[in-house]
């Protein structure tokens, strides 16, 4: 690439809207992401999978992996981490010995309550940095973003 070529390059990344996107989702976790690390040890893809249990009850990880559209690869590190502390069982299927059921244990469901309140106080804080209006528009647009 000559320094013309440079020159002549007006795409502006700052701009971009995947760019923007991803800036805005690390920007906007990083709090909430010293919690969940800090008080439990947690990786992103295993907070993840602990609120799709607590949310939604036992699930096998390929429902979880098509909830939360993540790999499956990233999901079964988690739910072996997650198991290893004791905050999730697995059960192979009586009929499908391929396939494994997830579910909570106490001290899982513990930090799973406890996570869902400081994510619901934080999601407050960042919303109020907009009107009422503004709130709702950017849910539904990241909503139809993520629904593509």
């Known amino acids: 690439m000559t320094k013309q070529d440079l020159e002549a390059d007006d795409f502006d990344l700052a701009n971009f809207l995947p760019y923007l996107l991803n800036q805005a989702a690390e920007a906007s976790s990083l709090e909430f992401q010293r919690v969940y690390k800090g ?3 947690m990786l ?11 949310m939604y009850g036992g699930q096998t990880a390929t429902e979880i992996c098509t909830r ?8 079964s590190r988690a739910v072996q981490r997650l198991e290893a502390r004791r905050f999730l069982t697995r059960t192979r299927d009586a009929a499908d010995r391929r ?9 899982g469901r513990a930090a799973y309550l406890s996570l869902r309140d400081i994510a619901r106080a934080y ?18 647009m990241l909503r139809q973003l993520a629904e593509r």
């Open 99 to 107: 396939v494994e059921h997830l579910e909570l244990t106490q001290a």
């Open 68 to 75: 939360a559209r993540m790999h499956k690869t990233k999901i």
């Open 44 to 54: 992103r893809t295993e907070w993840r999978v602990l609120f799709h249990l607590g």
């Open 39 to 41: 008080r439990y040890g």
């Open 123 to 140: 999601d407050d804080k960042l919303i109020r940095m907009f009107s009422k209006d503004e709130a709702g528009l950017l849910r539904a």
